[in-house]
């Protein structure tokens, strides 16, 4: 199977791309200097200039982080000093929704057993009635296989 779905994949297509890409980056950067170099000289001069300003922000605006950060770290410490003790017993609970015992959908159910209550749901019987009788029936144990029965019948057909 795996030798089948290989012949149609391109092994080589990665290599190719990548080939083509390089050979594309360098074409675009020999425009790219070659579309500058009239100006040049006047882009180095401001990166240079640039760069320099760049360290004198830097240098201005370290020390002003700095008295930021002490300042936040002291304003938490002065938070953490002053908050109360909380005990999470003294909050209000929810109060617990009042369920159907029986739902016309539960999850716990056998898919069988709860097509028994959709059955029922559809001719309007009452689900406890629906409940009751198969608490009184041998259903769930055989649909669970938790009962065996010995069958003598003539057919072995039987379960009872």
């Given at each position: ?19 083509v ?6 074409q ?55 908050r ?65 029965y ?11």
């Amino acid at each position: 199977m795996i030798e089948w779905l290989d012949r149609y994949y391109d092994h080589t297509l990665e290599d190719r791309v990548h080939k083509v890409e390089k050979t594309l980056i360098k074409q675009i950067n020999a425009l790219q200097k070659e579309a500058l170099l009239p100006i040049q000289e006047e882009l180095d001069a401001f990166e240079k200039e640039w760069e320099s300003m760049r360290k004198l922000v830097e240098d201005i605006i370290k020390p002003v982080f700095a008295k930021r950060d002490e300042l936040w770290s002291d304003a938490n410490s002065l938070v953490d000093a002053k908050r109360p003790d909380f005990d999470e017993s003294k909050l209000p609970q929810p109060e617990y929704a009042d369920e159907n015992p029986y739902p016309l959908y539960d999850s716990m159910r056998h898919r069988l057993i709860q097509n028994i209550f959709f059955q029922a749901h559809k001719r309007n019987e009452p689900f406890e009635e629906v409940q009751r009788l198969i608490d009184q029936s041998d259903w769930v144990c055989i649909i669970e296989g938790t009962i065996t029965y010995v069958d003598d019948s003539e057919d072995n057909l039987s379960i009872a």
